[in-house]
């Protein structure tokens, strides 16, 4: 599955590049150029890491890290100053930065934090994800629902891996077709449908109740039934 990083970085050549660099290291990549539209996108949508900036319009750096940690965001978070001072870093590490750069620096330097970063967030995972009867072992692929063996295809155990990191949490469309298909929703949304559907059927082969939930106008998400 393809990693996504949102960039929050307002300098109008800083930004871009840093894109297109993290782009051309195979990353999806979303850009925001200032605190309030970052943090907003950081509590939406489903990021691997978060590459932040200090001085932001709108909204500093340390709140936009303090608002994502409040909504229960533990994406790791790289963020990016001018200021090299010691007290600047132990405020970005108690607001939850992860790491901190300061500016300037060499690309590659930034590419082997967010490498450090990603493998971390990896390792800490637990190789087993688990929601209700639903298991799914990450290593051998194998997923469960109660001793019943469900036998997925490629994309659906995508579809179904990517809910199961995100219990409880609405994934829109464009969310799933980025990280399952790697293709802009636009043209998904009847594709994504039909996997859901199949998903779906699969796990509720023998009766069981419905844990992947449709919210009306806005995606899917994994929850108990409602019934």
Known sequence: MQMRILV????????PSLKKGLEANHYAVDLATDGEDGLN????????????????????????CRELRNGHRTMPILMLTAQGEVDDRVKGLDSGADDFLTKPFAFRELEARVRAL????????SPELH?????????????????????????????????MRHPRQILSRTTIADHVWDYDAENMSN????????LRRKLC?????????????SGYMLRESQE
């Open 118 to 125: 990603l493998r971390r967030e990896v390792a800490e995972r």
């Open 191 to 198: 594709v994504i449908d039909v996997y859901i559907r199949y």
């Open 41 to 64: 996108l950081g509590l939406t949508t489903s990021y691997d890491l978060i590459v932040l900036d200090l001085m932001l319009p709108r909204l500093h750096g340390y709140e936009v």
């Open 131 to 163: 929601f209700l009867d639903v298991t799914l072992d990450t290593r051998t692929h194998e997923v469960r629902r109660g001793d019943r063996v469900v036998m997925l295809s490629s994309k659906e155990y995508a579809l179904l891996d990517l809910l």
């Open 8 to 15: 929050v970085e307002d300098d109008p050549r800083l930004g």
């Open 205 to 217: 082969e023998n009766g069981e109740s419905d844990v992947i939930q449709t919210v009306r106008g």
